[in-house]
């Protein structure tokens, strides 16, 4: 198993440029998150999904933009970058709801905006 | 609004010695708790949990106390050694009915001194 894999690990963008942080799981989860990590920062929660076909928003949700049309793939729209968007971006899938040694999280995609 | 977060940022011990890193947490109907390790450049990884039903759990070389009268959160480690370095978080689960949404603490750095 891959786990939860993400890509790409680093970008640079320039202001009002647009890009796709993919995310991808192979453990058949139904759960998937997008988190984002300020630094000397905890998690904070940009979108989440509980299924195929079912999006929500988290804490963070402005900017960005996601989908789920398959179980594996929840990747993530940035629609004209800004500056405060610089941060490390982890996506995560879970099993249950309650998070927990169910919760795995991938290696993050390092996002720095110019 | 709800929030988790820790007493200190950083906690500087020697090899051998315990550690003990704190968390509080605001939301008297979080229900679930959980202590994250992240190492640099890496995404969090689930050291241990503990459900409100609890008040100590312990792990290998981990032990969680959760004290809900004072919404309080511990992480103790024994005989800390050098790849215990990290960042730890604790995160809470405040919606433990569908959807595995996790509000994560700022985050403690150890550092263990050899």
């Known amino acids: 198993n891959a786990g939860v894999t993400q890509t790409p690990k680093f970008r640079i963008l320039k202001i009002g440029q647009s890009m796709t942080l993919q995310c991808t799981q192979d453990m058949n989860h139904n759960y998937m998150y997008w988190y984002r990590q300020d630094p000397g920062m905890g998690l904070k929660l940009i979108y989440y999904?509980?299924?195929?076909?079912?999006?929500d928003k988290g804490e963070v949700p402005n900017g960005y933009n996601v989908s789920r049309s398959t179980t594996e793939d929840f990747p993530l729209r940035l629609e004209l970058a800004a500056p405060s968007q610089t941060s490390v971006y982890f996506c995560?899938?879970?099993?249950?709801?309650?998070?927990?040694?169910?919760?795995?999280f991938g290696s993050g995609t390092r996002l720095t905006v110019v | 609004g709800e929030s988790v977060g820790l007493h200190l940022p950083t906690l500087s011990v020697q090899e051998g010695d315990n550690s003990i890193i704190n968390c509080a947490y605001s939301?008297?109907?979080?229900?679930?708790f959980i202590w994250y390790k992240q190492e640099s450049g890496k995404g969090p990884q689930f050291i241990i949990d503990?459900?409100?039903?609890?008040d100590k759990r312990q792990g290998q070389r981990v032990t969680v106390l959760l004290n809900k009268t004072v919404k309080h959160l511990s992480l103790q480690i024994a005989a800390t050694q050098p790849g215990d370095s990290a960042v730890y978080f604790c995160?809470?689960?405040?919606?433990?009915?569908?959807?595995?949404?996790?509000?994560f603490g700022q985050g403690t750095t150890l550092q263990v001194k050899p």
């Open positions: 999904s509980v299924g195929a076909g079912i999006t």
């Open positions: 939301n008297s109907a979080s229900d679930y």
């Open positions: 503990i459900r409100s039903n609890m």
């Open positions: 995560a899938s879970s099993y249950g709801v309650e998070g927990g040694d169910g919760y795995t």
């Open positions: 995160a809470e689960n405040p919606y433990s009915s569908n959807t595995g949404k996790l509000i």
